[in-house]
C-alpha cells in the first residue's frame, strides 16, 4: 500500500513561514491537494494539482512536489491558519485515496 | 451550489450493520460526472478513504474495509449509501459523505459528518 508520511506538529510564530511535509515513494509523480480542517469542520481543500490555490484560498497559500516530497508552505502565518492538514493523492494502481496522517499547525 | 447532508444513527452496539445515507442537492447527482464518495475520522484522529461509487454503479473500496463495506447509489432519490456490516468500536468515528470530480481531482464538496459511535 502507498503511505503518506506527515510531521505530526509544526510550530510557527505569526508572520513567520510553515512549511508541512507529505513524503512517500516518487510522489513527485502523482497529483497532490491538501486540506485544511479546523476543529468541528469538514475539511477544506487549499491546494490542488501541487500547486493549484481554488478560489478564496489566500496567497499565502503556496505548494510544490518534487522527488518523494510534497510541502505545503503558509506564508505570514496568521493565528486564523492555525489547523489541521491533510494531503491527500489518488493511487491509480489500485484506484485508491490515500490521505497523509495529518499535521497540526500550531500558531505561537 | 451542491450540498451534502448525511443522515443515519448516532449510537450503535458491536455487531450490528451500520447504515448511512447521504442526500446530495444542487443538480449534480445525475450528470455521471463524479464520484460520490464516504470517509471517515475518528475522534482525534486523521482521514480515512472508506470508499466511493461512480453514477454508473461502478465501486471501489478501501482493501482494509472492503470485505465489510458496501457503497450503493439511488439516483431517484439523489441518495448514495454506506453499509458498514460487523462493527466495533474500532469503526467509530465521524462519517463524512463527499464528492469529487473523478480522479485525480481531490474531493470538493463534503457533508458536515455523522458522528457514529458504537458501545454496548
Known amino acids: 500500500s502507498y503511505v503518506l508520511t506527515q510531521p505530526p506538529s509544526v510550530s510557527v510564530a505569526p508572520e513567520k513561514t510553515a512549511r508541512i511535509t507529505c513524503g512517500a515513494n516518487n510522489i513527485g509523480t502523482k497529483s497532490v491537494h491538501w486540506y485544511q480542517q479546523k476543529p468541528g469542520q469538514a475539511p477544506v481543500v487549499v491546494i490542488s494539482?501541487?500547486?493549484d490555490r481554488p478560489s478564496g484560498i489566500p496567497e499565502r497559500f503556496s505548494g510544490s512536489n518534487s522527488g518523494n516530497v510534497a510541502t505545503l508552505t503558509i506564508n505570514r502565518v496568521e493565528a486564523a491558519d492555525e489547523a489541521d492538514y491533510y494531503c491527500?493523492?489518488?493511487?491509480?494502481?489500485?484506484?485508491?485515496?490515500?490521505f497523509g496522517g495529518g499535521t497540526k499547525l500550531t500558531v505561537l | 451550489q451542491v450540498q451534502l447532508q448525511e443522515s443515519g444513527p448516532g449510537l450503535m452496539k458491536p455487531s450490528q450493520t451500520l447504515s448511512l445515507t447521504c442526500t446530495v442537492s444542487g443538480g449534480s447527482f445525475s450528470s455521471g460526472s463524479y464520484f460520490w464518495t464516504w470517509i471517515r475520522q475518528p475522534a482525534g484522529k486523521g482521514l480515512e478513504w472508506i470508499g466511493r461509487i461512480y453514477a454508473s454503479g461502478s465501486t471501489n473500496y478501501n482493501p482494509s474495509l472492503k470485505s465489510r463495506v458496501t457503497i450503493s447509489v439511488d439516483k431517484s432519490k439523489n441518495q448514495f449509501s454506506l453499509k458498514v456490516i460487523s462493527v466495533t468500536a474500532a469503526d467509530t468515528a465521524v462519517y463524512y459523505c463527499?464528492?469529487?470530480?473523478?480522479?485525480?481531482?481531490?474531493?470538493?464538496?463534503w457533508g458536515r459528518g455523522n458522528l457514529v459511535t458504537v458501545s454496548s
Open positions: 491527500q493523492v489518488w493511487v491509480s494502481g489500485g484506484d485508491q485515496v490515500v
Open positions: 463527499a464528492r469529487s470530480a473523478g480522479h485525480p481531482n481531490p474531493v470538493d464538496y
Open positions: 494539482f501541487d500547486t
